[in-house]
C-alpha cells in the first residue's frame, strides 16, 4: 500500500534518512480522531496521515453502540442533561467548561456525520435513531435512562470509521499506511514534524510539518483481558513523554463490564441498552443490590466493580471468573436487527447463540481517561498547564482534555474523539492562517529514532518480546485492576524495574528490514513499559477511590485533597508529580449514586 | 496509481444485447423443436420441411437464428478467452479466427436459407 | 506429540534465491483457540519471523484475511478445531503480490477502491441544524452493503482478478453500489463511470466465489447484477 510519491521528497542535508517528506499538517493515527481532523485541515491545506495500519483497520472501527447527542429525536432531552450526566459519570473529576464544548457541539457533529454519508439507523419519521445507554439519564439524573445514543445497528464506530475515511479519500487527503512514528520533532517548544518507520519495505523517513496531530489511541493492551486490538498499545503517550512532555490521570483506566469470556472481545453496551440483564451463578439480577434504579445502565465503573465483587465472593458462574449477559428475553427479531454483531461475535468465539443461551462475560481492559494534557483546542501544553507547544495538537483517547475526569460514559468516546478532532483541525486551520513557513529542522532530528531502531535490530539477548509482555499483563491484571492496593502497587513497581532490566536483555528472531513485525512489537513494548510506570505510580500516589480508581485501602473519594488532576513527567528514570485543578462551573460535586 | 488504468467500454450494451439474444435464443429453439416434432399436421417429410421453410417468414427467422445464436454463442467464447489472453500473436489469432469462423457460417448459412426454392426439385 | 501441524506458505523478500515454501510449525491447539491465536502462538513461543498482519482480533478491521485449508477467512474469526482437520495450510491470500510471508500488497484493492468514487456525493444543498431525513424502509437498502470491512477476501477469491490484475473486484462494486443503492446519494453517474470499463462491471462472469469468500455474509455479486442493470438504464434508457 506504501509508495513513495517523489514529488514530497526533498533532502536536507547531514539526516541519514531514506526520505523527507513535508507536508503542511502530519497527522499520527488514522482512528476517528485523526481522519475528523484530517477532514477538517484537508479543505485548505496539504494533510498527511501516517498510521501503523491502515486507515480502517484503526480500533475505532470496533466501537458498537453509539455515540452521543442530545437530539431529542426520540424523546425529550437536553444539553444541559447530557452535561450533567457526563460530569456525574466523570465522578467530578471532568472539566466542565470543556464538558459543556462537548454536549454543545455534539448534534453538529452527529449531523455532519449524517452529512457526510454515513448510515445511522433511522427513527420511523427518518431521523437519526436513538438508544439507551449506561449513566445517560433524564432531568438530571431524577428520570430514567433517557434515549440519546445515535448508532447503526450495533456496528457505529465501523460506519463513523470508513466514512471519515471516505471524506479522506474525497478531500485528498494524503495517507502513510503502515509508518511505524519513532520520535517526535520538538525543539524549544516547537513541533517541527516527526520521524517514522516504512512498515512495508523498512527504513526511516522523516516528516517535516507546519502542524503535528496525534490521534493515537489508548493502550488496552497492557491488560491480559482487554477490548482493544492488538495495535492499541499507546505508542503515542510514550512519544510524547520521551519527548520531554507530561501525562494527565493516567490512573483512571475504564473497566467494560461485558467482555467475551477469556478474549476480553466488547459485547457492547447496547447489549443493556436493549434490555439486556446481568445475572449471576444464583441467577439474580445482582445490580439491583449495587444500583438499585439504574441497574443494568449504571455507569461501567460501578457495574465492572459489581461484577468482580460477585466473582471475588464466589457468584461467578459455577464460582468462576465470569458471570452471564442474558439477551434471551428481547428475542430474536430485536437482536438480529439492533445487535447482529453481538449475536455473530458470542457465536463465532464462544459458540453461543444469545437468542437462546446467556453470554459468559468478564470485565474487560478498554479506555484510558487520561492522556496527553491539551487545552480545548486540543493543542498540547508544553507543561500540563500553561505554555503550550506551538504546532502540536491531540485529540481522541490518547488526549486528556479532560472531559470523562474519572470515568467515562459510553458513547462519549466517540463522541470526543470526532469532535476534538474536529476541533484540532479547526484550530490547526487557524494556526497555519498565520504560520507560513516550516519550522527548521535539527540535523539531528532522525537520530534518536535512527539509533533505537539499529538498537533493536541488533539485540541479541536471550529473552523474548512476548514472553516480557506476558508477564506485564498479568501483573498490570491483577495488581492494578479493577481494585487496587498500595501493597500489591508498590510490588508491581518493583516488578515493572525487573521488566525493563529484561527488555534490555532481548533477542529478536527477525532481522530483515521489510515488514518486520518483530521489530515492531519490540518497540511497542518499549512504549508499554514506559507509560505502564506513570499508570502504576498514579495509582499508588492517589490516595482516594474516584471513578474508575479504585483503592481498597482508601474506598471514599476525598475532594478536599484529590479533586484535582495528576500531571506526571518522567525525568531520568523518575517520576514527578504535579496537579492542575479541575475546573468547576455548573455543578459542585455531590455523592455519586445510581 | 500502479494497477488502474481507465479504458472505456461499450460494455454495457453488449451485456444487454447478449442477454436479449439469450431470450431470443430460447424462444425460438423452443419453437424450432415444437414445430418440428409436435406441431407437424401432416408426416414429417421432406415435402413438410421443404414447403415450410420456403416462406419469406421462416427464411427471416432461420436467418436471425444463424446470425443471432452464432454471435451469442462466439462473443461468449470471446468474452471468456478475453480473461486469460491479453496480447501478443496468440491474441490475434485466436480472435482472429473467431471472427473468421463467424463470417464463413453466417455466408455459409444464408448461401443455404436463401437461395432455396422448391420449385428446382 | 502436537495435535495439529501448522503448514504455513513462507516468503522472505530478502532471500529471493529461497522463493516460496512451506514451512510446518507443530503446536498443541487448545478449545477456543482461533487460527490468529495459533499463528500468534506460533510468532511468540516458536518462530518470531512468521509475518502477518493482525490487529482487532475481533473480525471488524479486516487485516488477517488469510486463505486456510484452501478457504479465504478471516484468521481472527475462525475457531481451530471447527476445521476439522489436524493439518492447516495457511496461506497469504490469492491474486494479490506477497510482500512477506501472509502479508499481501492490498495497493490494487485500494486503488480500484479509489476509481469508484467510494463517497457520498450530494448536489442538493444541505439542510442546517439537521440531518437529512431517509426512513427506515430507505435505509434498509444498503444493508447487506455498508458492512463491507474492505479485508479483500473476496476479490483474491475472484477468477476474473485472478486473470485481470486491472479487474476493479467485487470489493470495489460493493462499494459503489452501497452509494449507488443510497437514497440521499445523487452521484450515480459518478460512481458508474468507472464501472463501464474494461476493467469493470462486463468482466464479472457471475461465479459467485466472492460471496462465498465473504466472511462478514455478504453479497457483491447481487450488487453487482443490480449495477449491471442500473448501467444498461443508463446506457439505454
Known amino acids: 500500500m506504501a509508495t513513495i510519491d517523489p514529488e514530497t521528497i526533498h533532502d536536507v542535508e547531514g539526516i541519514g534518512v531514506h526520505n523527507i517528506h513535508r507536508h503542511d499538517v502530519v497527522i499520527v493515527g488514522a482512528g476517528l480522531a485523526g481522519l475528523r481532523a484530517a477532514v477538517e485541515a484537508s479543505e485548505e491545506y496539504d494533510v498527511a496521515v501516517i498510521s501503523k495500519v491502515f486507515p480502517t483497520r484503526s480500533h475505532s472501527g470496533g466501537a458498537q453502540g453509539g455515540i452521543a447527542a442530545s437530539l431529542s429525536n426520540e424523546e425529550e432531552d437536553h444539553l444541559e442533561w447530557h452535561m450533567f450526566d457526563t460530569v456525574k459519570g466523570s465522578d467530578y473529576l471532568g472539566d466542565q467548561d470543556a464538558i459543556e464544548i462537548l454536549v454543545k457541539e455534539a448534534p453538529v457533529v452527529v449531523r455532519e456525520f449524517e452529512h457526510f454519508g454515513a448510515p445511522f439507523s433511522r427513527t420511523p419519521e427518518g431521523r437519526i435513531a436513538q438508544r439507551k445507554f449506561g449513566g445517560h439519564t433524564k432531568d438530571f439524573g431524577r428520570g430514567g435512562p433517557v434515549l440519546r445514543a445515535c448508532y447503526a445497528a450495533d456496528r457505529t464506530g465501523h460506519v463513523l470509521l470508513h466514512t471519515l475515511y471516505e471524506v479522506c479519500i474525497r478531500n485528498g487527503v494524503r495517507f502513510y499506511p503502515e509508518f511505524y512514528a519513532l520520535s517526535l520533532i520538538i525543539r524549544d517548544n516547537i513541533c517541527r514534524g516527526i520521524v517514522g518507520w516504512d512498515v512495508i519495505n523498512g527504513g526511516i523517513h522523516v516528516f517535516h510539518a507546519k502542524a503535528v496531530m496525534f490521534g493515537t489511541g489508548g493502550y488496552g493492551r497492557v491488560y491480559k483481558i482487554t477490548s482493544n486490538a492488538l495495535s492499541g498499545t499507546g505508542d503515542g503517550l510514550s512519544l510524547v513523554l520521551r519527548a520531554g512532555l507530561p501525562l494527565e490521570d493516567m490512573e483512571f483506566v475504564q473497566f467494560h463490564p461485558t467482555g467475551l469470556y477469556q478474549q476480553g472481545i466488547l459485547v457492547s453496551e447496547a447489549a443493556r441498552g436493549e434490555g439486556g440483564y446481568i445475572i449471576n451463578d444464583t441467577g439474580e439480577r445482582f445490580m439491583e443490590r449495587y444500583a438499585p434504579e439504574k441497574m443494568e445502565l449504571a455507569p461501567r465503573d460501578l457495574v465492572s466493580r459489581s461484577e468482580q465483587t460477585e466473582i471475588n465472593e464466589g457468584r461467578g458462574i459455577g464460582g468462576k471468573d465470569y458471570v452471564h449477559l442474558d439477551l434471551r428475553h428481547l428475542g430474536s427479531e430485536k437482536i438480529m436487527k439492533q445487535l447482529p454483531q453481538i449475536h455473530e461475535l458470542a457465536w463465532k468465539f464462544l459458540h453461543v447463540d444469545c437468542i437462546k443461551e446467556p453470554i459468559p462475560i468478564q470485565p474487560t481492559a478498554h479506555y484510558s481517561m487520561g492522556g496527553i494534557p491539551v487545552d480545548k483546542d486540543c493543542q498540547v501544553f508544553a507543561d500540563g498547564k500553561k505554555e503550550m507547544v506551538q504546532g502540536f495538537y491531540a485529540a481522541g483517547e490518547c488526549a486528556c482534555v479532560s472531559v470523562h475526569g474519572a470515568n467515562r460514559l459510553g458513547t462519549n468516546s466517540l463522541l470526543e474523539a470526532s469532535l476534538f478532532g474536529r476541533r484540532a483541525g479547526k484550530a490547526i486551520r487557524r494556526f497555519l492562517g498565520v504560520q507560513r513557513e516550516f519550522p527548521d529542522l535539527p540535523p539531528d532530528a532522525a537520530s534518536s529514532a535512527i539509533e533505537e531502531v539499529e538498537r533493536l535490530l541488533s539485540s541479541s539477548g536471550t529473552e523474548r518480546v512476548s514472553s516480557i509482555r506476558e508477564t506485564l499483563q498479568e501483573k498490570m491484571s491483577l495488581e492494578c485492576g479493577i481494585f487496587r492496593e498500595a501493597d500489591q502497587l508498590q510490588r508491581l513497581k518493583k516488578e515493572l524495574r525487573t521488566l525493563e532490566e529484561r527488555f534490555r536483555n532481548i533477542k529478536i528472531d527477525d532481522r530483515s528490514k521489510r515488514f518486520n513485525v518483530d521489530l515492531l512489537e519490540a518497540l511497542e513494548l518499549g512504549h508499554m513499559l514506559d507509560f505502564t510506570e506513570i499508570i502504576v505510580e498514579g495509582a499508588l500516589n492517589r490516595k482516594e477511590s474516584r471513578g474508575a480508581h479504585y483503592r481498597t485501602d482508601f474506598p471514599k473519594r476525598n475532594d478536599g485533597d484529590w479533586l484535582k488532576h495528576t500531571l506526571a513527567w518522567k525525568k531520568d528514570g523518575e517520576i514527578i508529580f504535579d496537579y492542575k485543578p479541575v475546573v468547576i462551573t455548573r455543578f459542585q460535586p455531590k455523592e455519586r449514586t445510581y | ?121 | 506429540m502436537a495435535t495439529h501441524a501448522f503448514k504455513i506458505n513462507r516468503y522472505n523478500p530478502d532471500d529471493e534465491r529461497r522463493g516460496h515454501y512451506m514451512q510446518e510449525y507443530p503446536l498443541d491447539v487448545q478449545k477456543g483457540w482461533t487460527i490468529l491465536d495459533c499463528l500468534n502462538e506460533i510468532k511468540w513461543k516458536q518462530d518470531g519471523s512468521l509475518t502477518f498482519r493482525r490487529s482487532c482480533r475481533s473480525g471488524i478491521c479486516g487485516s488477517c484475511a488469510m486463505t486456510v485449508n484452501g478457504v479465504n477467512m478471516l484468521a481472527c474469526e475462525t475457531q481451530a478445531l471447527t476445521l476439522k482437520s489436524s493439518t492447516i495450510v495457511v496461506e497469504p491470500l490469492r491474486g494479490y503480490p506477497v510482500i512477506k510471508d501472509l502479508v499481501v500488497d492490498l495497493e490494487p484493492l485500494v486503488e480500484s477502491l479509489y476509481a469508484v468514487k467510494p463517497y457520498l456525493i450530494t448536489k442538493t444543498p444541505l439542510p442546517t441544524d439537521q440531518e437529512r431525513f431517509q426512513s427506515p424502509e430507505e435505509r434498509a437498502k444498503i444493508d447487506g452493503l455498508y458492512e463491507c470491512i474492505l479485508c479483500g477476501a473476496c476479490t483474491s477469491s475472484c477468477p476474473s482478478f485472478w486473470a485481470d490484475k486491472k479487474y476493479i473486484g467485487p470489493h470495489g462494486f460493493l462499494k459503489a453500489y452501497r452509494f449507488v443503492a443510497d437514497s440521499r446519494d445523487e452521484g450515480t453517474r459518478e460512481h458508474l463511470e468507472a464501472l463501464d470499463d474494461k476493467h469493470g462491471l462486463w468482466r464479472c462472469h457471475t461465479i459467485f466465489n466472492c460471496v462465498e469468500a465473504c466472511p462478514k455474509d455478504l453479497n457483491p455479486t447481487k450488487a453487482i447484477s443490480e449495477l449491471k442493470k442500473e448501467l444498461v438504464r443508463e446506457k439505454i434508457g
Open chain 2, 1 to 121: 496509481m500502479k494497477y488502474r488504468e481507465h479504458v472505456r467500454s461499450g460494455g454495457a450494451i453488449l451485456w444487454f444485447f447478449q442477454r436479449v439474444t439469450g431470450i431470443y435464443l430460447a424462444v425460438v429453439l423452443f419453437l424450432h423443436v415444437w414445430i418440428l416434432h409436435y406441431a407437424l399436421k401432416e408426416e414429417l417429410g421432406f415435402a413438410a420441411v421443404k414447403d415450410r421453410i420456403a416462406t419469406p417468414m421462416w427464411k427471416t427467422i432461420d436467418i436471425s437464428f444463424l446470425v443471432i445464436a452464432l454471435f451469442h454463442g462466439l462473443y461468449g467464447l470471446w468474452i471468456v478467452l478475453d480473461d486469460y489472453i491479453h496480447k501478443g500473436w496468440l491474441r490475434v489469432f485466436i480472435f482472429g479466427a473467431i471472427a473468421v469462423i463467424a463470417l464463413i457460417f453466417v455466408t455459409l448459412g444464408i448461401l443455404t436459407i436463401l437461395p432455396f426454392n422448391p420449385g428446382g426439385y
